[in-house]
């Protein structure tokens, strides 16, 4: 699978270094990107209409970071090259009609003269007939600089350095005064940020998540277990740890232990569930074009029957829940043969709530059954997900065969060959969206983070507010945390908030245990007013100062 299309912003040795000369000149400030103003002042020079252009950048910036890097302005050049040509930028072109290859740089009005003034500055420094310095000194700074935002987010080049600089200096003190990383998540790093999107996979064993990312891959992903030379893949239980699956220089796996106090990696996090989790951790490492897009997250086989009662050593569904809050895309698979939902799968899938919309179903080996067959087991599959899930929406059920041989079509004929080529196609489409749509879900769970903050904020603040100043206390702690649900509902109504971003009450119980309410600190107005600042204000002008410029 390949993401976006095959062929565009490839070019030839020649045409980089040209393209490479141009970027030196739109980057004004030297920081490897061009952001909204540079670009508009840059891509003037080719004299398209300001909505040609605006299709150029939406295409070029497809992920909505907000900048072009290199790779993303060679893109930019290729498609005002096309439109200058007379070209329209339709589906067929960039799906790869064209050989991207071959493609002339287009031609930019007043560039030679921009690029002669960089090469030779001395010149720019002599004055004119009147003494003074010449307009031409600063072009470049004049041409190619943007005007400061106010405060904090001035020199904001992207919206991931948006949401680092928010997160630094408005919510992250709030969630440290409140413990919010003890009740809720881990705080976050700068490699939450930069972190590529995640893909995870949860299923009983045997039901194909190994071999789902091999057939992506198409190529085993290697691992450290000296019994296979890569995955291992079998129908007992098989994967018996967290494998996250991403780019690398070189083929390696990495331990758990070792990945997880990386600090260029978002898996800090992962320390809190202890060595007993670490050790049945690891990370494989490999060179690929898909993985220079996308992280796979391949997990255990959720247990079911008499394995039940064999317990692991670490909380499973803790694990599940943290990687949920961090992908961006929870695939479900089921076998055919395997539709019974465990209580531990029943667990995970609970987990899961409040990224239902994360959530993808995948029936995987359905070419194993008939088409009868296959009907009444779709139609098993959507019942049992109706009284787990518990939510009045279908579930999306994508249905195929997901291994590298082909399609066994003597059990589900050529019509069923045909629906399992459409759902496939569906489903890889659903991936393929995944890098485009990264930025946007950053931004959603950092607005979610946000506002469960809060809510834990007015939590701890009521809960300290309740307590005596002298004497009960110990009585007093006890009756609140007897009786949390009651002090949910009233700070609920103190404050009027929904009732829906509230955490679970016995998880929030379980952890309030190993607290003393005395020593929680009194509710700061000034915090909760930054949050709301920041959501109100500040994120939205983040999103309006880098959306496409040409808006």
């Not at 970027?23 to 003037?44: K, M, Q």
């Not at 904001?156 to 990383?181: A, H, M, W």
């Not at 003890?182 to 999107?197: E, G, R």
């Not at 019974?340 to 080996?365: Q, T, W």
Request: hydrophobic share 35%; aromatic share 10%.
């Amino acid at each position: 699978m390949e993401i976006g299309a095959p062929q565009i912003g490839s070019c030839s040795k020649e045409h980089q270094k040209i393209y490479k000369q141009w970027f030196d000149v739109a980057d004004s400030d030297n920081d490897g990107r061009v952001t909204g103003n540079n670009a508009i002042n840059f891509l003037s020079m080719s004299n398209l209409s300001r909505q040609e252009l605006k299709q150029v950048w939406a295409i070029a910036d497809s992920k909505r970071q907000g900048y072009l890097g290199f790779k993303e302005f060679v893109i930019a050049m290729q498609l005002v090259s096309l439109l200058q040509d007379g070209n329209e930028l339709s589906h067929d072109i960039l799906k790869g009609d064209v050989h991207f290859e071959n493609v002339k740089p287009p031609k930019m009005e007043g560039l030679d003269e921009l690029i002669q003034k960089k090469k030779d500055p001395s010149n720019s420094s002599k004055p004119d007939s009147n003494g003074n310095s010449p307009r031409q000194a600063s072009i470049t700074t004049q041409w190619f600089s943007s005007k400061p935002s106010k405060r904090y987010l001035s020199n904001v080049t992207s919206i991931q350095d948006g949401l680092k600089k928010l997160y630094t200096r408005k919510l992250k003190p709030l969630e440290v005064t409140y413990c919010f990383n003890d009740f809720v998540s881990p705080l976050l790093t700068n490699s939450d940020f930069d972190a590529k999107p995640m893909v995870m996979l949860l299923g009983q064993y045997s039901t194909g998540k190994t071999t789902f990312i091999k057939h992506m891959l198409k190529c085993s992903y290697p691992g450290n277990l000296p019994s296979f030379a890569g995955a291992h893949i079998g129908p007992e239980p098989t994967t018996d740890r967290f494998v996250v699956v991403m780019s690398g220089t070189d083929e390696r796996s990495v331990p758990g232990n070792t990945i997880a106090v990386h600090a260029d990696m978002p898996f800090t996090g992962l320390n809190s569930f202890g060595t007993a989790f670490l050790s049945k951790f690891e990370c494989s490492q490999m060179p690929h074009p898909l993985l220079e897009h996308i992280t796979f997250v391949d997990t255990p086989g959720v247990l079911s029957g008499e394995k039940q009662r064999t317990q692991r050593a670490y909380d499973f569904t803790g694990v599940t829940a943290w990687f949920a809050a961090k992908c961006d895309l929870i695939l479900l698979l089921f076998d055919p043969h395997k539709l019974d939902i465990s209580d531990e799968f029943k667990r995970v899938i609970y987990s899961l709530r409040g990224h239902d919309d994360k959530i993808r179903v995948v029936l995987n080996k359905a070419d194993q059954v008939d088409t009868q067959q296959l009907m009444r087991i779709y139609g098993a599959l959507m019942w049992s997900l109706g009284k787990v899930l518990n939510t009045p929406e279908v579930v999306r059920v994508y249905i195929g065969s997901f291994n590298e041989k082909p399609v066994n079509e003597g059990f589900i004929g050529p019509i069923g060959k045909a629906l399992f080529e459409k759902e496939q196609e569906d489903l890889l489409t659903d991936l393929k969206d995944i890098p485009k749509k990264a930025c946007d879900r950053r931004i959603n769970e950092f607005v979610k983070r946000a506002r469960a903050a809060k809510i834990h904020a007015y939590i701890v603040g009521h809960l300290k507010k309740e307590m005596p100043t002298f004497i009960g206390k110990a009585k007093t702690q006890q009756r609140l945390t007897d009786n949390l649900e009651e002090e949910f509902v009233k700070v609920q109504r103190d404050y009027h908030l929904p009732p829906g971003d509230f955490p679970d009450v016995e998880n929030f119980k379980e952890v309030l245990r190993g607290y003393s309410f005395d020593r929680f600190e009194k509710l700061k107005p000034k915090m909760i007013q930054d949050v709301d600042e920041m959501l109100g204000y500040d994120i939205p002008n983040l999103l309006k100062t880098l959306r496409n410029p040409y808006d």
